[in-house]
């Protein structure tokens, strides 16, 4: 069966999909163009909810609340902490980037890599359709797995981050110097 142009705009779906990715590429362009660090970080986060949201476009549950959880809730925190910790820069830094004789051929090796990739998912899976409710594991199975049988080194690598995080706050702190 081959779908043209007009059937795939005719679809809900991928009207959804479209307003889901275009704000998360939009956003993903901010990151890497972004002379602000704090913006990129938070340009960050729209990209990274983006992607949840495609996640669950996609039927992936487990996989978007992970990746709110994870990246949204801890690692762009840990971003904001560290910048606020080490007393970086915020204003606007123009010497950052490369110059036109790097960034062409970074561009040119990305744009290659992109189709070459592209070009090998097509290959490989076609137009291949996975059915509704076939394959994949269920969120609860996950859940069972991971509160039942590791629970415990779930909770250790937890206070392990923990520590490790106040560890790096209390090296990372200044404190004034004695006026004596």
Do not use: C
């Amino acid at each position: 069966m081959t779908t043209t142009v007009a059937d795939w705009f005719g679809t809900s779906e991928n009207w959804v999909f479209l307003l889901i990715a275009i704000p998360t590429l939009g956003a993903a362009w901010k990151v890497v163009s972004s002379q602000n660090i704090v913006r990129a970080v938070l340009y960050l986060v729209v990209t990274l909810g983006g992607t949840a949201a495609l996640f669950i476009l996609l039927g992936a549950e487990f996989v978007a609340w992970t990746v709110v959880l994870v990246y949204i809730g801890a690692v762009i925190i840990l971003f904001l902490i560290g910048i606020m910790i080490t007393r970086a820069p915020l204003g606007t830094e123009g010497d950052l980037s490369h110059p036109v004789r790097v960034r062409i051929p970074a561009a040119l090796l990305a744009w290659i890599m992109f189709f070459f990739i592209g070009w090998a998912v097509l290959d490989g899976f076609g137009a291949e359709v996975i059915p509704a409710g076939e394959g994949g594991t269920r969120t609860a199975d996950l859940a069972a797995v991971l509160f039942d049988r590791w629970v415990i080194p779930f909770e250790v690598v937890s206070l392990v981050l923990l520590a490790a995080l106040i560890g790096g706050i209390a090296i990372a702190r200044r404190d004034p110097e004695d006026a004596s």
